[in-house]
Nanobody, 120 residues
Framework: QVQLVESGGGLVQPGGSLRLSCAASGSIFRTYNMGWYRQAPGKQRELVARETGGSTTNYADSVKGRFTISRDNAKNTVYLQMKSLKPEETAVYYC??????????????WGQGTQVTVSS
């Protein structure tokens, strides 16, 4: 298993930027797909961005062009750079790691979540 520790959340004004970080306890090189999800009060958790170990990425349509997911394998850390933030994007943001082996999904792991509040 892997432990995920998130940081970087907080209060930001509309139109501002934040970078979230998710540090993994072990190597995520090639064997983990990494993703960011968010959940607003009263709503379902949704996928925001995802990156495979092969660096294939996908994003929710609502964040394309504004959010960027990346990873630093040397630091075992994944990032979510968020720009031009909107008030409706206030949510708890969660880091997710999906361990894969060939075509098999071996496990899912979640961070504790970090609050992002977009408000003036």
């Amino acid at each position: 298993q892997v432990q995920l520790v998130e940081s970087g959340g907080g209060l930001v004004q509309p139109g501002g930027s934040l970078r979230l970080s998710c540090a993994a306890s072990g190597s995520i090189f090639r064997t983990y797909n990494m993703g960011w999800y968010r959940q607003a009060p009263g709503k379902q958790r949704e996928l925001v961005a995802r990156e495979t170990g092969g660096s294939t990425t996908n994003y929710a349509d609502s964040v394309k062009g504004r959010f960027t997911i990346s990873r630093d394998n040397a630091k075992n850390t994944v990032y979510l750079q968020m720009k031009s933030l909107k008030p409706e994007e206030t949510a708890v943001y969660y880091c997710n790691a999906e361990r894969v082996g060939g075509t098999l999904v071996l496990g899912h792991y979640w961070g504790q979540g970090t609050q992002v509040t977009v408000s003036s």
